[in-house]
């Protein structure tokens, strides 16, 4: 069965008026950890077993580091060096806090002189974003406003990454699944709220008397 595309309203409800780094990181962070929960649903869809404990976490982290990324990546060519800087850094915080509020509620506190949840999650950030460091963009074709496209290499690691997250018999076939489904559903809902978000452009009105949503 074929899972339906993510859709996710990333429009300011207010258009017009610029909107500080730190604003648009903490937009940014409700949908990316969005993104990374739609994506352990999907697996699970896909029928790989990612059981509610610590390594459902540790698959959610490895998720949230790959799309800290390819945001950082995509601000980079949006802000100045200042500017993109202070939205990654608010970004992580705000994911950090998230994932901790999350992670003790299900989990409980840490044990004593552990670090926190969120230290641990920040950790892996300045660890990890290093090693998607040395990957580049996809040089096939591209919606030029699309921005950042992360490259076969880059997408292939997080699949490795999230391979000691899942049981041994799902190993096999989690970097194809993420390659394949994954990866490209996750990143094309950044691209597009990314760009969204940034764009000033007011939304066109709404018509009147139609209902939904």
Known sequence: MTTPAMRIKSHWFKPGAGKSAAEQASAMAFIVFRVAQNMLKRMR???????????????????????????DRIAHARLDAQARSEFTVALVRHLARTLQENEHDLLGPVAAGAPSYADTFVDLVNEVTQHYAEFGADPGPADATAGFQPDFAFVRYLGHRLEPTLPEKDRLWVIEQVMAAEAPEAVSVVQRSMRDLFDPAPRPARRAGVSGE
Do not use: K, N, W
């Open 45 to 71: 869809g896909a029928h790989f077993d990612i059981d509610a404990g610590p390594l459902y976490f540790a698959f959610l982290r490895e998720v949230l580091v790959f799309l800290v990324t390819v945001t």
